[in-house]
Structure formats: structure tokens, C-alpha cells
């Protein structure tokens, strides 16, 4: 016998994070939303917190799940008092057993919902299916797709709010034909997922009964493990361009007062601290503000570059980093490197504080979209030469240059091979006497025509320079032609062709020679 729809004219059931928008986080009678969880103790605070607010509102929970314990703690913390109404029925968590794939398969998915239409579960109750993925035939489109829309009819029919809880599915993983198949029979979908050290709650789309959705949209998360709770923090952010919608603290500037300069025309709006441990205190609180870091004598690169690191992984991609020289350059590496590692811009000593308002002003609206980066130690040992330079055998050499843009391959630091065509008669010795490298990681080497120089971390409008630098003669003494390449590709084929033609003929090592001159003068 079919039971009554119950009347839930004012019952409003919301996902379990405070603060959030409604048109993304209401949960409507008759519709069927997909959420996935990856972390353990963040999904269960979601979920929980779910199943508090349904009650709350007088609405009955049922939780399907393989481990049924766990619920009735967890709700309480979210709701106290909560414990005292679970024996007279209404959250009521019911316990899956077995393989839901196989006995779906045997079965039918009809048959399950046959099961929990007889355990008399009121119409118009929260459904949550906590571990969805076992619900459906993933390596098959056509039975994905209708195994979806059986149960979000279902749905409809007792207008339930049907919710299933994914636990490992990655919506916007490439080639996941089926997930998005599912996805299409689904009202809402979104992803609770850490981004950094913040979370995000990442909306796929979200339905409203009315006809209206929400498409794209990222949302920040706090999460207080100590009062298990879930919080959005006020910023959103366009989740396909990568830009922040708006934030409460966009026009925010946090910055020491090193980085300052003694500047007269500071905004007394900013936010100054002394320190750089003051500094990253106030930072934990930051969505979207500007914070301003120097690059001085009296900063050593490994803790401006440690610094930056640690604010980008705490206040996630919505702030932004300008990191200001005073007195001191930074090198090209160390530029590449601390833009990988969280910095928005390098705003150099030559520029002028009104420069530097422009700067942020420009700022206003981005993200930063680069990978996170796991470990700044490892980045900053990539970024710096090896303690190598001068003449190497050309077998050494090419090993030397291919390791090198692997090393440095994630970092995009652009480096330079020049190849040098000798003038017939000069000598192989007269062009290896006149290289004096100025920088560890450039090296030289020579085959049977041409000499080879590798410049370490070196732009196409850095050449001429470090050419200059390098030699204590004009190239036009030297040298008939030269072939400049920055392109790693490009540098990759000459570095194959050099080693290809080293292991046909026998080209000559000028090590001990290039020592006797050396010593002797």
C-alpha cells in the first residue's frame, strides 16, 4: 500500500556548510543531487551536518551505508539532543551488505528501491546513499544512464531528496565518459575537495525546481575539525576561468614594513606588521587580500621563497603575492622559481610606488592558476645551477645540458644554446682559452667545426650579454656563424645530433690540453 506524501511546505533542506549561497547548496523535494567527498573525516562532517539540518526542519533522514555505527555520534555532535528521537524513528540509518554491484545485477536496481519503499520510509525524506559509487555499472554508458534515471523517478514520485555521497569519483577526470553520463541524470552536482590547504566546494551545475542553475562555480571552505563544522567563507570564483567573482577582503593589503621602503604615501588602510611570523598569522584569515613581501639585504632567498610557499598553500589561490626588491636583484631562476611557488608578480627596484598601487590594482579579480607546488625545498634545488661550469668532453656535456631541462622542466625556466662555427684557421684551443663561464651551470664543449656554450636559466634578450661576459674576445675573431636556440625542443635535437655524432667518430677531449695551458699561464 503507497504511502501519503508528506507536506513539506516550509521545510528547506540545505548541504551541511554554513553560509553558503542557497542556489547551491538547497536540496528541493523531488530531486536528485551526486556530491563527492574524497576526504574521510570532511565527508562525514558534510554529511552528518546534512542529515542535522533535516531534522532540524522535522524532515526524516535515511542513511544507506556499509558502516551504520558511525552515524548516530556523528549526527550528534552536529545536533545535540539528536540521540533522544533516533528510537522514535526519525533519522533512521539502514545498513548495506554485500556487493551492490553484483547483487544490482542480479537484482535490478527496481528491486532496491522495492526494499526501501517496504521499510516504510515516509515520502518526502532525505535519501542519502553514502558510498554511491557501488550503485552503478560504470564500464557501461546505456545501463549507467538508466540505472540514473530509475532512481532519480523514484525520487520524484515520493518526492524524497535523493543524495548520493561519492567517495572516490573525480567529475572533471579526462575520459570519464560514464561519470558524466550520471552526472546528466543528476539535479546538482559538486565536489567538497581540498585546493591547497583550503577547501572548495566546486559546483558542476545546481538545479532549482523553477528552472533556473548554476553552472561552474567554486566556492571557499573553512573547515574547524575541532567543532566539526563547514563553513563557506565568503569568496567565489568562476571554476572554468579561474577568477574570483568576489571576496569579502578584495581590497585588503597585508604587507611588513620592510616592504615599504619608507614610502610617505602608504594607504592607511593597509595592514602593516613588523614581522614576518605577524604577517602569516594575519595571512591564515586571508581569501582574496594583496600581501606585499620584500626581497632585501636583509632577506635571504630560501625564507622569502619558504614564505611565499606557506602563504599560497594557506590562504589558497584567490590572494595574492607581490613580492617587491629593495636594494637587491633578483636572479631570473629565482623569479621563475617563486612565481611557481605562489608569487602573482615581482615588482623590481627601479619601479615606483605608484607603479606598485597600479600593480594591485591590476591584480584585483585574478587567481592563481599554477599546479601546487608539493615541496619548496625540492623546487628551490631545481631552480639552482649545478656546482659545474666551464669545458666538459661532449658525450659529458650533452648529459650534462638533457639533465639540466629535465630538472627544470616544471619550472619553465628558459635556458640557451649557442652553437659557434669556428673561422678556418682558429683553433679549437684559441675559442676555449678566450670562454671564462661567469656562473655555475654554464658550460662549453667543441666538435669537429663549432664550439657549444650553454647558458643556465637564460632568456633569448640575455644572450648577447652573457656572450660578452663569457668571452675575452669579439665573436667576429672567433667565429664564422652563430646558431642560437632557447626552445628546449630545439636544444634537444642539437644535443642528439651532438651525441649521435660522438659515438660515430671520435671527437676530440681538450680536458688534459685545456690544463697544461691553464697551469703553465
Given amino acids: 500500500m503507497k504511502f501519503s506524501i508528506a507536506k513539506r511546505k516550509h521545510a528547506t533542506l540545505n548541504i551541511g556548510i554554513d553560509c553558503l549561497p542557497e542556489s547551491v547548496s538547497t536540496i528541493y523535494a523531488g530531486q536528485l543531487y551526486g556530491i563527492c567527498v574524497r576526504n574521510r573525516n570532511i565527508r562525514e562532517t558534510l554529511t552528518a551536518g546534512t542529515i542535522a539540518r533535516a531534522w532540524r526542519e522535522g524532515v526524516r533522514a535515511v542513511v544507506i ?154 566556492y571557499g571552505v573553512s573547515y574547524n575539525e575541532e567543532q566539526q563544522s563547514l563553513s563557506a567563507d565568503g569568496s567565489a570564483m568562476d571554476a572554468l576561468a579561474q577568477q574570483l567573482l568576489y571576496a569579502p577582503d578584495e581590497d585588503q ?139 666538459l668532453r661532449p658525450q659529458k656535456f650533452c648529459d650534462f645540458v638533457q639533465t639540466t631541462l629535465d630538472r627544470t622542466h616544471d619550472i619553465n625556466i628558459q635556458h640557451a644554446l649557442i652553437s659557434l662555427d669556428l673561422l678556418p684557421g682558429r683553433s679549437h684551443i684559441d675559442a676555449l682559452l678566450a670562454y671564462h663561464p661567469k656562473r655555475k651551470g654554464d658550460v662549453m664543449t667543441a666538435d669537429n667545426a663549432s664550439l657549444f656554450i650553454f647558458f643556465f636559466a637564460c632568456r633569448e634578450p640575455d644572450i648577447d650579454t652573457a656572450l660578452e661576459r663569457s668571452l675575452n674576445v669579439s665573436i667576429n675573431d672567433l667565429f664564422l656563424h652563430e646558431t642560437r636556440m632557447t626552445n628546449s625542443e630545439d636544444i634537444n635535437a642539437s644535443i642528439q645530433r651532438l651525441r649521435k655524432l660522438a659515438a660515430q667518430t671520435h671527437l676530440v677531449d681538450y680536458t688534459s690540453e685545456l690544463y697544461t695551458y691553464n697551469n703553465v699561464s
Fill in 253 to 391: 593589503v597585508l604587507t611588513t614594513v620592510d616592504a615599504l621602503f619608507n614610502e610617505k604615501s602608504v594607504p592607511p588602510e593597509w595592514q602593516r606588521y613588523e614581522r614576518f611570523s605577524d604577517l602569516l598569522q594575519a595571512v591564515q584569515h586571508a581569501v582574496a587580500a594583496t600581501v606585499i613581501l620584500p626581497y632585501s639585504n636583509s632577506v635571504k632567498f630560501a625564507t622569502l621563497a619558504e614564505t611565499t610557499h606557506l602563504i599560497r598553500e594557506t590562504a589558497g589561490r584567490g590572494l595574492k603575492i607581490v613580492i617587491r626588491e629593495k636594494n637587491k636583484r633578483l636572479r631570473y631562476n629565482q623569479n621563475m622559481a617563486l612565481m611557481q611557488l605562489g608569487a602573482n608578480l615581482i615588482v623590481h627596484n627601479y619601479e615606483s610606488f605608484s607603479h606598485l598601487l597600479w600593480c594591485i590594482d591590476s591584480l584585483k579579480g585574478q587567481c592563481f592558476g599554477k599546479k601546487a607546488v608539493m615541496s619548496y625545498e625540492d623546487l628551490l634545488s631545481e631552480s639552482i645551477p649545478v656546482e659545474v661550469n666551464g669545458y
Fill in 65 to 218: 551505508s556499509s558502516r551504520p555505527e558511525i552515524w548516530a555520534g556523528l549526527i550528534e555532535k552536529m545536533a545535540p539532543g539528536i540521540a533522544e528521537t533516533l528510537s522514535h524513528g526519525k533519522p533512521l540509518v539502514l545498513e548495506s551488505t554485500g556487493d551492490y554491484q553484483e547483487l544490482l545485477k542480479k537484482y535490478s536496481l527496481n528491486k532496491l528501491l522495492e526494499e526501501l519503499d517496504d521499510t516504510g520510509i515516509p515520502a518526502g525524506s532525505l535519501i542519502i546513499m553514502d558510498e554511491a559509487e557501488g550503485l552503478f555499472s560504470w564500464n557501461d554508458l546505456k545501463l549507467v544512464r538508466r540505472q540514473g534515471l530509475i532512481f532519480r523517478a523514484w525520487v520524484r514520485e515520493w518526492k524524497h531528496s535523493g543524495l548520493f555521497v561519492f567517495h572516490k569519483l573525480h567529475f572533471e577526470s579526462p575520459g570519464a565518459g560514464a561519470i558524466r553520463v550520471q552526472c546528466n541524470c543528476l539535479d546538482g552536482v559538486a565536489e567538497l575537495d581540498a585546493d591547497m590547504l583550503r577547501l572548495n566546494w566546486r559546483i558542476d551545475h545546481w538545479n532549482t525546481p523553477g528552472g533556473s542553475r548554476v553552472e561552474a562555480r567554486s
